[in-house]
């Protein structure tokens, strides 16, 4: 039989590395090594792997001839990195020769497997000369800074950087991450857009398909919808998430687009809200340990409140394994175990414990329960000292709001106006305090002086107001009113600057005294009969009843000829004492019944606090196409010398 062309297959490898078909570099790979064992062609068959995405494929190779692939160690250490298997990437990694590409792998490694100090260690030495920088590593060592809390804003702020918000999407998304991260929301939405707008422009420029658009989106739209959705636009986050779903992602992008889906929903469907969370922890090697701890912790809210305490217990015990005994979302899913059971002092007591035991991890969520189950029982007082307790309320627009409200539940205006103050402070010592946020505290708060009477400090709220905005229209009436009461020169100074009313401007006084005023009754009937005075009235026939049929077995009642109230079962009718409270005859009632107190608690303000968590997407480290092994140019040229 006569023994194969090698020589042949090597030029005809050679024409399909140059042409990228990497399908036929495996399959004439594998001809070539059925009659010799070449370390070319198993470079090149590893290589295309590689490039085709079959990472388990190309590390049975590794497996199966392991003499062959002593010099592709980086090769098999990108593999095992694509497959997750991130401590033997690591290890692997060690065999290897220092060099960039190694570096750069590296980097990524330890950014996965999320050691996120030394993944920006390295990326800060690899972006010294951020000017040399290509935009995908510029991205990663972003991701890795604010993962890590380094110094992401000296990247961000830089002339490279602001260039790359605006050509690069990975970096833009990577920036408005890092602007979440500081509470930024506004800066946040705006670089999600950009980020929206340039990869839509980039894709379309490389002749992508609307399936692989809307894959590349769906990263960056689940993270615009957790923007809308701090931002308390429910809709709009809805109609994201549902398209972001629609495109069938990344398990890690579904996994967050379905956990803030059901934040949204609530309780409006909990078997498919349940189903939803499930089929995101299907994968769980897929999210970081943040994003995992937060959906396991909806799942056991969820149950909690179909009733599955069991199942819930189960979830608690996976979240103790995996994150340890001192987790703050374990103390709480055990304080909603027994509030729905109606333990609700030993709810608080839970809680409070664990507060005085572990207070650096005292966050927020504890505290607005805290102050939920405090507005459960009535105690407002208690509920507005742990909302007073909390550092960054200030921050919080929310729980200055519910301050305010309860304070003046309680009729306390000055409690309310020190709250209201202390923000506004807060407010004037940011950087931002010109911003849109800052404007509508301020007529709210002119607008609660002025609704109890304190028209002086109206008024200087109002003109706090027209200074960052002469010609806000919705303040100068307000100061109009306020002035009236005290200052009637300044009030008429300042209703010069009310705009005029469109259309007639005169008016005749004594012609508008001659008009008949209209009755609202006599317009009524005129307008009715106007409209039915071409129409037959219709008269509307009713079904007789026919008696029902009487039972002639059951014996017939005794009493059946006399008077009801000469009936033997007779009840005479209480006379109706409602409204009227208990004490001496001609006393005028004090203070509040019993009924009247629970329904006013019933209208105090709600405080979500043990509620399901939206996550947001994890910074982007793009697979940066240097980084995947150049073996495949190598042996373009090796198989030029075969030839």
Avoid at 255 to 270: F, H, L, M, Q, R
Wanted: hydrophobic share 35%.
């Amino acid at each position: 039989m006569a023994q194969p062309n090698v020589q042949a297959f090597f030029v005809e490898l050679d024409a399909k590395i140059k042409s990228g078909d990497y399908e036929d570099v495996v399959s004439i790979s594998d001809n070539i090594l059925k009659v010799t064992d070449d370390k070319d062609a198993i470079r090149c068959k590893i290589v295309a792997l590689i490039h085709l995405g079959k990472f388990d494929q190309a590390l049975t190779v590794f497996n199966q001839k392991p003499g062959l692939t002593e010099d592709l160690q980086y090769e098999r250490a990108y593999a095992l990195y694509r497959q997750k298997k991130l401590s033997e990437a690591l290890a692997v990694l060690d065999k290897v020769p220092d060099s960039p590409n190694k570096t750069q792998l590296l980097a990524q490694v330890l950014f996965r497997d999320e050691q996120f100090s030394e993944a920006s260690k390295i990326y800060s030495q690899l972006t010294s000369n951020l000017d040399a920088t290509s935009p995908e590593l510029a991205a990663n060592a972003l991701a890795a800074m604010v993962s890590s809390g380094g110094d992401s804003l000296k990247i961000i702020s830089s002339a490279k950087g602001k260039s790359y918000i605006q050509s690069n999407h990975e970096f833009a998304f990577n920036a408005a991450y890092y602007a979440l991260e500081q509470g930024d929301i506004g800066t946040a939405e705006k670089y999600l857009k950009q980020a929206i707008s340039s990869c839509q422009k980039s894709m379309k420029q490389e002749g992508a398909s609307e399936a692989d658009l809307a894959i590349e989106l769906a990263p960056l739209q689940t993270q615009l919808g957790y923007v809308y959705q701090l931002e308390g636009k429910s809709d709009e986050a809805s109609q994201l998430y549902a398209s972001v779903l629609k495109a069938k992602p990344s398990d890690e992008v579904y996994a967050v687009a379905s956990n803030n889906t059901v934040v949204i929903k609530k309780d409006s469907d909990k078997s498919a809200s349940l189903q939803r969370l499930k089929q995101a922890t299907s994968n769980k090697e897929k999210l970081n340990a943040a994003q995992r701890k937060l959906v396991e912790f909806n799942k056991g809210l969820i149950l909690v409140s179909m009733g599955k305490q069991d199942q819930a217990r189960e979830v608690i015990k996976s979240l103790e394994t995996e994150f340890g005994t001192g987790s703050d979302l374990v103390a709480l899913l055990e304080s909603s175990i027994l509030f729905k059971n109606g333990q609700i002092a030993e709810s608080q007591e839970l809680l409070q414990k664990y507060v005085q035991k572990n207070p650096k991890n005292s966050n927020l969520r504890l505290m607005l329960s805290l102050a939920q189950i405090q507005l459960e029982k009535g105690d407002v007082q208690s509920a507005i000292r742990i909302l007073e307790s909390i550092p960054e309320r200030n921050q919080k627009a929310g729980i200055v709001a519910t301050l305010v409200t309860l304070y003046d539940k309680l009729e306390d205006v000055q409690g309310a106006v020190k709250i209201m103050d202390e923000h506004t402070q807060w407010l004037d010592s940011q950087k931002d305090n010109s911003s849109e946020n800052s404007t509508k505290f301020l007529k709210q708060c002119a607008a609660f002086q002025l609704k109890h009477g304190n028209y002086k400090e109206a008024a200087s709220a109002y003109e706090k107001v027209l200074k960052k905005n002469p010609k806000d229209i919705d303040a100068i009436p307000g100061l109009i009113v306020a002035y009236s009461h005290y200052d009637p020169k300044q009030a008429q100074k300042f209703s010069s600057r009310l705009p005029e009313l469109e259309g007639q401007t005169s008016v005749d006084a004594e012609q508008l005294e001659k008009i008949a005023i209209p009755r609202e009754n006599q317009v009524a009937v005129e307008t009715k009969g106007s409209e039915n005075s071409g129409k037959k009235e219709e008269k509307r026939k009713r079904k007789k009843k026919r008696p029902q049929p009487k039972d002639m077995t059951k014996p017939l009642d005794p009493e059946r000829w006399l008077p009801l109230h000469m009936r033997s079962t007779f009840r005479a009718r209480r006379k109706k004492t409602k409204g009227l409270e208990k004490g001496a005859q001609g006393g005028v009632a004090v203070g509040k019944s019993v009924k009247d107190e629970k329904a006013e608690q019933k209208n105090l303000p709600e405080i979500k606090a043990t509620t399901a968590a939206p996550i947001s997407p994890a910074p982007h480290v793009k697979e940066i196409k240097d980084d995947k092994p150049a073996a495949a140019k190598k042996k373009q040229n090796k198989g030029k010398k075969k030839r």
